[in-house]
């Protein structure tokens, strides 16, 4: 059975991705930071359709809880066959009125948390000749949104370690994507109004929302043999918003 860890997949489009991976027929280990009972709830629903699934706290920005991480799956799955490096968080506001603090958090959970999950789950895909690296970025990390400067920073360089990994681990027969999503309605864009939200459906040219599992499609498309000539690619899923 091949095997999936997916980071921050409690809420959200880790969630919808750890769902329909199950429903894929992997096995999943679904990350969280402090979502306990989210988590347990997303194992329990894939187990209750007859999937593999194990729930495990790490913050991805912490070596050592990612070193843990990374022990305990790579043991009970024997491996990792498909990393969705997910897991992250927004703030806005003026890049005048951003702390040091804050820029490092943002920084530290998409591009070291990217970093040290690769990291440590790439050699069990070196030594299959095999696996498949997804990195979720966002439009913001190609276009850039004003008022998320630390957030478009941080996606632009989940783009760039896209692109230079896939280089890297390419003749291994490891493929490494990265997703862009566009607006999704998740927990993420709650701090936005009603009217906000119903403006920006507006604006697309698909006229909604996206949903988790519009990116967890493109997921599951992704990790399969379909996708087995793609790798290095930055691809949007945003309705037409950005076109
Ligand atoms: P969400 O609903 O807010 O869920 C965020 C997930 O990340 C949760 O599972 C959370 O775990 C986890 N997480 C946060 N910090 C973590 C850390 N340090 N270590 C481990 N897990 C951590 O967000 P989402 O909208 O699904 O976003 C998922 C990804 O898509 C993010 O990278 C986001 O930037 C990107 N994205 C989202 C949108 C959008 O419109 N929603 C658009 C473009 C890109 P807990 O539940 O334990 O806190």
């Given at each position: 059975?091949k095997?999936?860890?997916?980071t ?40 209750s ?14 070596p ?9 799956v ?60 997804i ?74 929302i ?34």
């Amino acid at each position: 059975m091949k095997s999936a860890l997916i980071t921050g997949a409690s809420r959200g489009i880790g969630r919808a991705a750890a769902l329909r991976l199950a429903a894929d027929g992997y096995a999943v280990a679904v990350n969280y930071k402090n979502s306990e009972e989210k988590a347990r709830a997303v194992v329990d629903e894939i187990r209750s359709e007859g999937g593999v699934a194990m729930s495990v706290c790490a913050d991805v920005s912490s070596p050592s809880d990612i070193e843990r991480m990374a022990e305990k799956v790579l043991s009970e799955f024997s491996g990792v066959d498909v990393l969705v490096n997910n897991a992250g968080i927004s703030r806005t506001g003026l890049v005048t009125d951003v702390t040091v603090d804050e820029w490092n958090i943002i920084s530290d959970t998409m591009i070291r948390g990217t970093f040290l999950c690769t990291q440590k789950i790439l050699p069990s895909m070196i030594a299959k000749k095999s696996g498949s690296i997804i990195n979720i970025s966002s439009i913001w990390g190609i276009c850039g949104a004003s008022c998320e400067v630390a957030y478009s920073t941080a996606k632009a360089a989940v783009i760039g370690f896209t692109k230079a990994l896939s280089k890297e681990v390419g003749p291994s027969g490891i493929r490494v994507n990265c997703i862009a999503p566009g607006v999704i309605d998740t927990d993420m864009n709650r701090c936005h109004g009603e009217d906000v939200m119903r403006e920006l459906a507006e604006e697309t040219p698909l006229g909604r929302i996206g949903t988790p599992e519009d990116i967890a499609n493109l997921i599951s498309f992704l990790a399969s043999a379909e996708a087995s000539f793609i790798t290095g690619q930055i691809i949007t899923a945003d309705g037409g918003l950005t076109v």
